[in-house]
């Protein structure tokens, strides 16, 4: 375990990284460029996102002439160009539960499997770290494009290394979906994906010996 890496990627990232985002409560479709619809979600700056594409949990399914469709959480919505945004209300419905309980390793470390974008990742939750950090071969096992995203400088065991940047559209842990989480890709081999506090911010921790339960905050 890289343990250098994520102190000097932590000490860097808690000073300069952005506060983390809240849960998308409104879509709207702000124009349409061919088959890209622009997308914003919960007041953000309009998406380009092509049908089979994700933002921030929304998916477009099909753009017409004048409206999308896109799939929240396995419900589809119609947007029309011009009409106001659509309430995605609150995302306690995407998942059967609001809790995760993990249990402890040999080691005392909380490790498990989950999903990133659909893909299924093993997990160690760090609560040192201030986002999720995943190496750049399991970013690339998963199919996440990260090459073209910003990169940032980071400290790591072996010295100063380039990172990239990237919102991941969802993770899924135990029966909770997170979405629009930020993460960094790091170049060092890592065995596990760190779940930082990008991820574990959303929810309220309690540990009890050799348990942990993550709730849900709404």
């Not at 760190?194 to 993550?214: A, V, Y």
């Given at each position: 375990?890289?343990?250098?890496?994520?102190?000097?990627?932590?000490?860097?990232?808690?000073?300069?990284?952005?506060?983390?985002?809240?849960?998308?409560?409104?879509?709207?479709?702000?124009?349409?460029?061919?088959?890209?619809?622009l997308?914003?979600?919960?007041?953000?700056?309009?998406?380009?996102?092509?049908?089979?594409?994700?933002?921030?949990?929304?998916?477009?399914?099909?753009?017409?002439?004048?409206?999308?469709?896109v799939?929240?959480?396995?419900?589809?919505?119609?947007?029309?160009?011009?009409?106001?945004?659509?309430?995605?209300?609150?995302?306690s419905?995407e998942?059967?539960?609001?809790?995760?309980?993990?249990?402890?390793?040999?080691?005392?470390h909380?490790?498990?499997?989950?999903?990133?974008?659909?893909?299924?990742?093993?997990?160690?939750?760090?609560?040192?770290?201030?986002?999720v950090?995943?190496?750049?071969?399991?970013?690339?096992?998963?199919?996440?494009?990260?090459?073209?995203?910003?990169?940032?400088?980071?400290?790591?065991?072996?010295?100063?290394?380039?990172?990239?940047?990237?919102?991941?559209?969802?993770?899924?842990?135990?029966?909770?979906?997170?979405?629009?989480?930020?993460?960094?890709?790091?170049?060092?081999?890592?065995?596990?994906?760190?779940?930082?506090?990008?991820?574990?911010?959303?929810?309220?921790?309690?540990?009890?010996?050799?348990?942990?339960?993550?709730?849900?905050?709404?």
């Amino acid at each position: 375990m890289s343990k250098g890496w994520i102190i000097g990627c932590c000490a860097w990232l808690c000073g300069c990284w952005l506060a983390t985002p809240s849960l998308a409560q409104t879509v709207a479709l702000s124009g349409l460029m061919g088959q890209r619809a622009l997308l914003v979600v919960d007041g953000t700056s309009p998406k380009g996102v092509a049908p089979g594409e994700s933002h921030l949990g929304v998916k477009l399914v099909s753009v017409g002439e004048g409206h999308a469709v896109v799939d929240i959480a396995g419900k589809r919505q119609t947007l029309r160009l011009g009409e106001a945004p659509v309430s995605l209300g609150s995302r306690s419905g995407e998942a059967a539960d609001s809790r995760i309980v993990l249990t402890a390793s040999g080691g005392g470390h909380f490790v498990a499997s989950g999903q990133i974008n659909g893909q299924t990742a093993r997990m160690l939750i760090d609560t040192g770290a201030s986002v999720v950090v995943i190496s750049a071969a399991t970013a690339t096992q998963l199919g996440l494009n990260f090459r073209n995203e910003p990169q940032l400088r980071v400290g790591t065991a072996n010295g100063s290394v380039l990172a990239w940047q990237l919102r991941l559209d969802s993770i899924r842990l135990g029966g909770v979906t997170v979405f629009g989480v930020d993460s960094v890709i790091s170049p060092e081999p890592m065995p596990y994906v760190l779940l930082g506090n990008s991820f574990l911010g959303r929810f309220q921790m309690t540990r009890e010996n050799d348990q942990l339960t993550l709730s849900r905050r709404f």
